[in-house]
Structure formats: C-alpha cells, structure tokens
C-alpha cells in the first residue's frame, strides 16, 4: 500500500522568499512517480510537477523545483521567489494519485 | 486543465434524490479517478477506472456509490438516495500514458438540502 504524509498543516512565508513544503512517502513499488498540485480559494486542482522515482534529476518547473531524496522517502516542493498567487492548499500524491492531507501556504506582503 | 470537464459544476438535490456526476477525461487518456472532498479537508480516493472496467473501488462506499466509465461517453459516479453527508466537492482526474501526467476537473460542487 502507498502513503503520503505532509506534516506541516499550515505555512508561512514572506513574499519573495523561498519556502519549501514537506512531504514524505511509503511505497514498496520500485517504480513511482510524485506529483504536487496547488488547490487556490477558487477550489480548482493545479497539476504544479511531477517526479519519477528514476528520474536523475530533480524535477523543476518555472519557480517549483521537487527535492527529491530517495532514500529518505521525501519529496519536497520548494517555491522560490514566493508571489502573493502562491496562497493556496498544496497536496502532494503518489503514482496512483493517493494524496497527503495538504499543506496550507500563506505568502505575507 | 482545461481538457478535463467535469458537469455539472453545482448540484442541488434533496434528500433522497440521485446524484449524477459526468466526467470526461483529457484526449486521449482511458482512465480516471474519482474523490470526494470536503471543505478544509484533502481529497479522499473513491473510485479508479479504466474504460469499461473498474480496478480499484476501495474508496467507494458499498451502498448508494456505483461509478462506471463505459467505452463511450464520460465517466458517471452516481450517488442514489442523497444525504446531506454526501454534500461535498467530487473532483476526477484523468490520468495519461506513462502515469506522468495527471490532471483534474474543476468538480462538482454537490448540495444536499
């Protein structure tokens, strides 16, 4: 069975900093992709990234990079350069689109 | 995305009515998830399937859910006899070749009343 935990229920960050979004994983699946969605007040789900668990590379896409470390089961979403349309609900899932509980982001002015 | 399209976006029922949800998933994708989620919570897997097959229900409640996704049309997830527990937002996600790209419909935001 997979899970998906993201222990930071609520974050903050100041506008124009960095902020990175935990979220650790449990699989016995040799292969797996992680995705991170972006849920705004408007309710709609925003595909953000994907990474696969063969991937070389940490995946990265505009101002989203994933800190994928595999051996530690962790994949991070990291947002730089925070912009006030960065508030929102942040979910992390696995390949069978299992998710976490989420991650509320406020970015301050 | 766009390319997926759930309708309707809002659903009224009253107790004991059915609740129809369509969705169509993205060109060329053949399989589609449903979930239920309620205000400030995640989203809860219901239901996993591929055209004309259902692989995996373990999220679906055994009574009043039934989804089906036949091999034309839009996926249905229907709920008969309506509760106001049932009062949710019911996203789909369909899912591409190679499981690397999956993306959402806006949902169907249902009211029991």
């Known amino acids: 069975a997979q899970k998906i935990t993201q222990t930071q229920p609520g974050m903050f960050v100041q506008e124009k900093e960095a902020v990175t979004l935990d979220c650790t994983y449990d699989?016995?699946?040799?292969?797996?992709?992680l995705f991170w969605y972006k849920q705004p007040s408007s309710g709609e789900m925003i595909f953000l990234i994907y990474?696969?668990?063969?991937?070389?590379q940490n995946a990265t896409e505009g101002r989203y990079s994933l800190n994928f470390q595999k051996a530690r089961k962790s994949a991070n979403l990291v947002i730089s350069a925070s912009q006030l349309g960065d508030s929102a609900m942040y979910f992390c899932?696995?390949?069978?689109?299992?998710f976490g509980q989420g991650t509320t982001l406020q970015v301050k002015p | 995305n766009a390319g997926v399209m759930q309708n309707p976006r809002h659903l009224v029922r009253r107790r004991g009515q059915e609740a129809r949800l369509r969705c169509s998933p993205m060109?060329?994708?053949?399989?589609v998830y449903w979930y239920r989620q309620l205000p400030e919570e995640g989203l809860k897997f219901m239901v996993y399937?591929?055209?004309?097959?259902?692989?995996?229900e373990s999220g679906m409640p055994k009574e009043r859910f039934s989804a089906e996704f036949p091999k034309e049309g839009p996926s249905i997830l229907r709920i008969q006899q309506v509760v106001r527990g049932d009062s949710a937002a019911y996203f789909c996600?369909?899912?591409?070749?190679?499981?690397?790209?999956?993306?959402f419909g806006q949902g169907t935001r249902l009211t029991v009343v």
């Open positions: 899932a696995m390949s069978k689109l299992i």
């Open positions: 699989t016995s699946d040799q292969s797996y992709g």
């Open positions: 990474q696969g668990s063969y991937d070389e």
């Open positions: 060109k060329g994708h053949s399989h």
């Open positions: 399937l591929q055209k004309e097959n259902i692989i995996d």
């Open positions: 996600a369909s899912i591409g070749q190679g499981n690397t790209e999956a993306f």
